[in-house]
């Protein structure tokens, strides 16, 4: 599937925005399903959102409550978390991941690529 690399992270102040990008071999994110998670200190991985192959999305919407957006560009290299009115319990690590072609999972479990994370903090 490829290497994935997570970039966009940074320290940002209650109710700024960021995006974050996964990037992929040419077409990875045309054939797969791709997951964001995020992980804080002392938490389990949580799922926050997923694009299908077929562009279909999903959402945690009790974490992100409508602020976050997951898009993929047309070339389907990059995969984009559009991340609005941050909140300082959004502050994580933020993980894209990979999964074989399916509807979007929820669970951390069905992705078998990972990144290596880009840092989310934010101040209050």
């Known amino acids: 599937q490829g290497q994935l690399v997570e970039s966009g992270g940074g320290l940002v102040q209650a109710g700024e925005s960021l995006r974050l990008s996964c990037r992929a071999p040419?077409?990875?994110?045309?054939?797969?399903?791709t997951g964001w998670f995020r992980q804080a200190p002392g938490k389990e991985r949580e799922f926050v959102a997923a694009?299908?192959?077929?562009?279909?999305?999903?959402y945690n919407v009790d974490a992100v409550q409508g602020r976050f957006t997951v898009s993929r560009d047309n070339t389907g290299n990059t995969v984009y978390l559009q991340m609005s009115s941050l909140k300082p319990e959004d502050t994580a690590v933020y993980y894209c991941?990979?999964?074989?072609?399916?509807?979007?999972?929820?669970?951390?479990?069905?992705?078998?690529?990972w990144g290596q994370g880009t840092q989310v903090t934010v101040s209050s």
């Open positions: 040419p077409r990875t994110f045309m054939w797969y399903t």
């Open positions: 991941a990979t999964a074989q072609p399916g509807s979007p999972s929820r669970v951390a479990d069905s992705y078998d690529n």
């Open positions: 694009i299908a192959r077929s562009g279909h999305t999903a």
